[in-house]
Nanobody, 121 residues
């Protein structure tokens, strides 16, 4: 029943910006933590950012602070990921996830289908 749908991906040139959107629906109870992950390849998953829905506390994975900003609009049940000064290395599928426990990666049970971001040089 719980569903996350990402949007906002696309193709941009290096130095450009994108804002990803994750819309949540079907949640009886608000999740404790929302997150963005990136999968540059099938075997590689990177933790981009997390945000606690109660306090708004944010955390960024190694190398993602500065150019990436996660935000939450609780009233709209939406999470955003602002991506600035994009680089070719940022290319990959970006996924939204929700946890009802905490922000530990292993506790995220609900996932979106992802949105592709391609950055060209």
């Amino acid at each position: 029943e719980e569903q996350l749908v990402e949007s906002g991906g696309g193709s941009v040139q290096a130095g450009g910006s994108l804002k990803l959107t994750c819309r949540a629906s079907g949640f009886t109870h608000a999740p404790s933590c929302m997150a963005w992950f990136r999968r540059p390849t099938e075997l590689k998953r990177e933790r981009v950012a997390t945000i606690l829905t109660s306090s708004g506390g944010k955390s960024y994975g190694d190398g993602f602070s500065g150019r990436f900003t996660i935000s939450l609009d609780a009233a709209k049940s939406t999470v955003y990921l602002q991506m600035d000064n994009l680089k070719p290395e940022d290319t990959g599928a970006y996924y939204c996830a929700a946890s009802h426990v905490n922000c530990d990666t292993k506790t995220f049970r609900t996932w979106g289908r992802g949105t592709q971001v391609t950055v060209s040089s």
